[in-house]
């Protein structure tokens, strides 16, 4: 029943339906070419689109040799597929898996090297851009993407290094130095001069305007209107950091909170958010501008997008297998010697198991063209607001009466409020006439309309 469970699930990145490989032979030859170049995958003959069993028309064995023929003659380097039939109640189909290749990118020999590479974006095949070509031709040589040597040298004193090794040696528990930084590949030593790769310039300075991460909070469950918006840029290490504390500022916590990162009594498990995070962050693609990461926080879920889809030949069933294959090998490296994540594999089934111990439902990973998004889900509608509206303006009211010049942030570090149900809280307030903001927003304070509380509670 093998065959028959991955028809019922429908096409998938690494799974094709063809009904008749003679009507356009271009179409499978493409879909061919891209599983080559992404970890591989299977085209199945004789399946419609919408999964029917229709069959091979005509002779199965002159039609599975066509395929084979036409693989062989237009498909550079050459591809060698496992090919056989398969009957379905009497039907005959054709499958062909095509494994991945070493030797990268993989072309139509009719379009050349430059418009004949194709890749497997989600249930989609596509045309590679020249900047994933680079990219495959760098996997082709065993380098990571991350690895690329940047213009200019830096000295042994480098401020950037000196910065760096003090950051991972707090983490790591043991000092790091500027050699091993080079051992690590983060820098390359070569006649006496220091280079630095784009892993180094992402963990440090970060000069790439795409690489940040951008938040926000919106209001109900749609992306209609939000009430709050960050972006964080610099190093990615720094960026981690601070896309975690965004989403615990905006989800419920517990009443008492004992440091950041040592109590794990908010709704969604602490080291669940990080994990997700910092997969996000080593395993996005670099190299080209496909936008930042984004963090999408609603009343019942929180959604986080990496640009660059699944690193090649990766697939949610490996990574629940614990399969790991990062893009970004040299980040990945750093950010497990450093104890900061697990990697895509035991990482995501490590945040499966605690949504299961908190009774949340598991996250859901999916490949949306050029990007994946893992969505972490909160508790439901019922149970999401830890207080009800009225006691959540009390706690407001009762804390800007004994501490009128301090400000929001102050008020969700000394009470079990989320940002957005302060924000909330404090909007209705001032719409009931019953709170007010005056002066600036450094020098400023709260004001209570006492009057116009004692008639709203009357």
């Not at 398969?86 to 290749?101: C, F, H, R, S, W």
């Not at 010697?337 to 089934?349: H, M, V």
Request: proline share 4%.
């Amino acid at each position: 029943m093998y065959l028959e469970d991955l028809i019922a699930g429908g096409e998938t990145e690494s799974l094709e339906f063809k009904e008749c490989p003679n009507s356009d032979p271009k179409k499978y030859l493409r879909t061919a070419v891209a599983f080559a170049n992404c970890g591989g995958g299977t085209i199945l003959f004789g399946v419609g689109d919408d999964g029917g069993v229709v069959g091979i028309q005509g002779n199965v064995g002159v039609v599975r040799d066509q395929i084979v023929d036409s693989i062989f003659s237009n498909v550079f380097p050459i591809v060698y597929p496992n090919v056989y039939t398969y009957t379905i109640d009497g039907k005959n189909l054709i499958v062909m898996e095509i494994p991945a290749q070493n030797q990268l990118p993989v072309y139509l020999r009719s379009e050349g090297p430059e418009k004949g590479v194709y890749m497997r974006y989600g249930a989609s095949t596509r045309a590679a851009e020249a900047q994933d070509i680079g990219i495959l031709s760098l996997e082709s040589s065993m380098r990571s993407p991350d690895s690329i040597i940047v213009p200019g040298t830096i000295a042994t004193d480098n401020e950037q290094a000196t910065w760096l090794c003090s950051k991972l040696s707090k983490r790591k528990g043991d000092e790091v130095t500027l050699k091993d930084l080079i051992g690590l590949g983060l820098l390359e030593e070569s006649d006496g001069n220091i280079q630095r790769t784009m892993a180094f310039r992402l963990l440090t300075d970060n000069p790439y305007s795409h690489a940040v991460i951008q938040c926000a909070r919106f209001i109900g469950k749609g992306e209609m209107e939000f009430s709050d918006r960050t972006d964080y840029g610099g190093s990615i290490l720094i960026q981690a950091e601070r896309g975690v504390e965004y989403i615990l500022s905006m989800i419920g916590k517990p009443s008492k909170i004992d440091g950041l990162y040592r109590d794990d009594g908010f709704e969604i498990p602490v080291a669940a958010i990080r994990e997700i995070i910092l997969n996000a962050i080593m395993h996005r693609n670099y190299n080209t501008d496909l936008g930042p990461i984004s963090i999408a926080v609603f009343d019942d879920r929180v959604e986080v997008t990496s640009p660059g889809g699944l690193p090649r030949g990766q697939t949610y069933e490996r990574m629940l297998l614990g399969y790991s294959m990062p893009r970004n090998r040299l980040l990945a490296t750093v950010f497990k010697e450093c104890r900061l994540a697990e990697g895509w594999g035991r990482g995501i089934r490590r945040v499966n198991e605690l949504c299961d111990a908190k009774g949340l439902r598991r996250p859901s990973v999916e490949v949306l063209g050029n990007a994946v998004r893992v969505t972490l889900f909160r508790r439901s509608s019922r149970n999401v607001t830890l207080t009800s509206t009225y006691e959540n303006e009390s706690t407001v009211m009762e804390f800007f009466l004994d501490n009128p010049t301090s400000t929001i942030s102050d008020l969700c570090g000394k009470s079990a409020l989320s940002k957005h149900d302060a924000e909330v809280a404090i909007r209705s307030l001032k719409e009931k006439g019953v709170l007010k903001r005056v002066g600036s927003r450094k020098r400023g304070e709260w004001l209570i309309e006492k009057k116009v509380l004692t008639e709203t509670d009357s």
